[in-house]
Structure formats: C-alpha cells, structure tokens
C-alpha cells in the first residue's frame, strides 16, 4: 500500500517466547512456519481447519508515531511480515473510529490519518505483501460490533481499565456511579466491542500487541466464545502475540509511559525528530544525581528507561544491564550523548523515507493506497460476516 518502502529503521532483536498467559505468546523467529527447531506457529481455538493464519492488528490515527509506538508495535509488525510464511494474511488498521472517542478537529485528524499511513509505509510495511486501510472505510467493522454488542458483557465492559484511565477514575470506578456516569459516553464505554470487532470480522487467529493491550484481546475472545456458545463455532478465538519489547517509558516522567497525550512535547521522540531534537530532548531527559550508569528500575527509573531504550536500538541486541556496565563509568552527560547518537542512528532511514512519501503533499497517492487496501479489507471481511449473517438469520 504505497511506494515500495521496504526497510527497517532499526535491526531487530531476536524475540523471544513470553509465557505470559492464557493464548498469549511471544512472537519468534521459529514462528510462521520457519521451522526452527521444528515448531511452527501455534494454532488458535476455531470452529473449522484453518487453511492460513490471519494476523490483524490496528493504530490510531494520532499521526507520526513516537518512539514507544514502534518499539512497542509497529517494529515488531514489519518483522511479522518479513518473516510470515508466504499464505499468511496480515491487516493493519489505521483505526479512525476509536479516534472519535475523544473530540477530534477534522481537519487535524485527516491529517493525521494520512500521516500515520505514510508512517507505516516508512517503517517497512509493503502494501504488495500487507492490507492497510482505514477502519472506517469498511462498513463490515461497525455492523459486526453491533452484533456483538448483543451477547457482551456489561458488567465485563465495567471492569475494562481503559475507560477508567482516559477520564482519570480510580480502578473501582463504577459506570452506574451518578458522578462517574456523567463524564462516561457510551462510545469510550464500549469501544473495546468494536475492538473486538476489528479482530473477529477478520478471522484474525493472531493478534500482536503490547502488554497494556492484553486485557483487550482476553474480550475479544470473552465475545467470540459468547457469540458461538448462541449461534454454533463461527468466530474464531485469536491467539495473543506479546511484544517482547516494554513500554517505553516517559523521558519526563519514568514512571509512566511515552505518551502523545503528554503536555510536554520533551517527553517524547517523535520518528520524525531530526538529531538535534533527539539530542535536546534526551539532554534534558529526568534522571538523577547519583554517579555512573547502572540499570536499576526501581531506584533509577530515569537512566533504567534510557538504558532500555539504547538496547532497543542497539544493533547487536545487547541487554540493559549489559549496557549499563559498558556505560557505568561515564558521566550522564557522556551517557545522553551516547543514547541520542544511537537512536538519531537507528531512526534515519525512517526519517528518509517518511519525507519522501510526504513530499509534495503527495496526499492523494497515499489515500489511493489506503481505498486499495481497503477494498482488500472489504472483501475479506465480507466473508466472515455472511457467515455470522446467516448464523443469526439476517
């Protein structure tokens, strides 16, 4: 879905199996049929033999991605793609319907749809090998939430911390509290139906996300169990793979997580930051007085987060601690230098091939793209929902 971009912006890591929980797997380079060791990618529960895997995963529209996206996600969808075997269909979502969850400036969120679609391109998905396409353009999404809206689960949906967290409630909150009923509208209340629905109307059998998204995909296969406990085994129950990358965390804030909704664009590296801003930020990055480098979370978030970072795009793949006693020596300022060289490296050839797919305002191209993928996603999803269609008689 758009000009050749095929690349990396940074090598990655070899991943590793994350025995995290119920379905949930680390994503690895034995998976997909690669035959490492003779195991192959594990299966997803479905109500029929699945002659391919189908991995679908989406992203808001909240334009360039920060450095937190793509360690966390998007990273880890291009190497899914380098690395599938060659029957298994992967779709990626520019998700613009969750956007509406919040008030949006229109003419800011079509900007921002275009460029996170250009953002996809440049970090190395190829639209000849991958479906992108913006959610709203297939209809087959919001029917099917609708449907599942029918057999969720209220009281499931309550307990969901999403909600809770984007009106800064406290974990117990309830949405029949009068108070907290007030500020909850309906459509952040149950988005993580059409979240849901995203997955399901796909066939999706696995899902990849980060490890605040975990709680998201256990719904999504609360909802297929529901639907097909009334209406026979139609939907598929999809399999969780878990980045092995952490949340990269704030660099004004450690403790929390890099975040475009910060107030304070310091707290964050844009893929678009060109050396001097990577370097301006990270110089005044939150860390601490004590002397030397060491990795240390709970006592020295500030450096821990910079560490993780550096290994994230360490091309070698060293770990944080191994870093930190490469760096433990240095002075911080010495140490900021070094993590901004390193992610001002690794973040070239994203900046490269962003600017040349924005160049010109060359706008209409990308949208060409995006109606081609989502005509793909169109007649794809067309048939899961002829199947839960029928099941339901309508």
């Known amino acids: 879905m758009v000009v050749d971009v095929v690349g990396h912006a940074v090598r990655h890591h070899t991943l590793r199996l994350l025995p995290i929980a119920h379905q949930v797997v680390g994503v690895t380079a034995q998976f997909f049929q690669l035959k490492r060791n003779g195991s192959t990618l594990s299966k997803p529960t479905s109500s029929e033999p699945l002659s391919q895997q189908v991995i679908f995963s989406g992203i808001q529209p909240t334009g360039v991605p920060h450095l937190g996206n793509y360690l966390g996600a998007l990273q880890q969808w291009v190497q899914l793609q380098d690395q599938a075997a060659h029957n298994t269909k992967l779709i990626f979502s520019v998700v613009d319907l969750h956007a509406l969850t919040v008030p949006q400036d229109k003419l800011q969120l079509q900007r921002w749809t275009i460029e996170t679609i250009a953002s996809l391109l440049a970090v190395g998905l190829d639209h000849n090998r991958s479906t992108i396409f913006c959610q709203s353009d297939v209809p087959a999404h919001t029917e099917m939430m609708w449907i599942l809206s029918c057999t969720a689960s209220m009281g499931y949906l309550s307990r969901m911390t999403q909600w809770k967290s984007k009106l800064a409630l406290k974990e117990d909150a309830s949405p029949l509290d009068q108070n907290e009923r007030a500020k909850l509208k309906l459509g952040l209340f149950s988005y993580p139906v059409l979240q849901a629905a995203d997955v399901l109307v796909h066939g999706a059998t696995h899902v990849p996300v980060g490890e605040d998204q975990i709680q998201h995909l256990e719904f999504t296969r609360e909802c ?24 990269v965390m704030s660099l004004k804030d450690p403790l929390q997580k890099m975040s475009k909704s910060h107030g304070d664009p310091r707290s964050k590296i844009l893929l678009t930051d060109p050396p001097e801003v990577i370097h301006l930020k990270i110089k005044y990055a939150l860390t601490d007085s004590m002397s030397g480098i060491s990795f240390e979370l709970a006592t020295r978030p500030g450096v821990s987060n910079l560490l993780e970072i550096l290994s994230h795009v360490d091309s070698e793949g060293r770990s944080p601690q191994v870093w930190a006693e490469e760096c433990k020596t240095l002075k911080m300022r010495a140490f900021k230098e070094l993590v901004s060289d390193k992610i001002s490296s690794s973040l070239s050839g994203f900046r490269e091939r962003y600017t040349a797919l924005m160049e010109g305002r060359n706008y209409l191209h990308l949208k060409r793209l995006a109606q081609h993928g989502a005509e793909e996603a169109r007649n794809n999803s067309r048939r899961m929902l002829a199947k839960v269609r029928d099941a339901i008689g309508i």
């Open 224 to 247: 297929a169990k529901n639907f097909n406990s009334i209406h026979g085994n139609i939907l598929v129950e999809p399999t969780t793979l878990l980045s092995p990358a952490k949340r």
